[in-house]
């Protein structure tokens, strides 16, 4: 895979001294309708937003987060499978089973895939530093 992407950090402390930190992957995909990259996550991941730009990914495309132990674990559990391709969307993932936000911890990497060839949308991740 490969594809064009562009990370942003944007960390924030709230008043009470809490970690707060918004990740922002503006990505834009390649011939085959994929992109991927890499990002050190540690926290809970408390939401995802994803947001079609205007050469609109191919409806339905997929985002997961893989797991840095086994590459081909999604972390998110398919929360972020089947994404709208004209609708700003979110989604509170929350593992089946699981009563907390999904705990990240290290290296993941971030695909998109069956997007169309040079399609291009942006993800925000919220994460937190405890609940």
Same mark, same amino acid.
């Given at each position: ?34 992109? !991927?990259?890499?990002?050190?996550? =540690?926290?809970? @991941? ?6 079609? &730009? +205007? #050469? %609109? ?9 893989? !797991?840095?132990?086994?590459?081909? =674990?999604?972390? @998110? ?6 994404? &709208? +391709? #004209? %609708? ?18 290290? @290296?993941?990497t ?7 060839? %040079?399609?291009?949308?942006?993800v ?8």
């Open positions: 895979m490969a594809g064009t992407l562009t990370v942003t950090r944007i960390p924030k402390v709230s008043t009470q001294g809490s970690q707060f930190e918004k990740v922002a992957v503006e990505w834009t995909s390649d011939a085959s309708g994929n992109a !991927d990259v890499q990002l050190v996550l =540690f926290g809970f @991941l408390i939401k995802v937003v994803t947001k079609p &730009s +205007a #050469t %609109a990914p191919t409806t339905l495309y997929d985002i997961t987060l893989t !797991d840095p132990d086994d590459s081909a =674990f999604d972390v @998110l559990g398919a929360a972020l499978a089947n994404r &709208s +391709a #004209t %609708a700003t969307e979110q989604v509170y993932p929350v593992i089946t089973g699981a009563a907390t936000p999904v705990l990240v911890s290290g @290296l993941y971030f695909k998109v895939a069956n997007a169309g060839n %040079a399609k291009a949308g942006t925000w991740l919220y994460l937190v530093e405890s609940l």
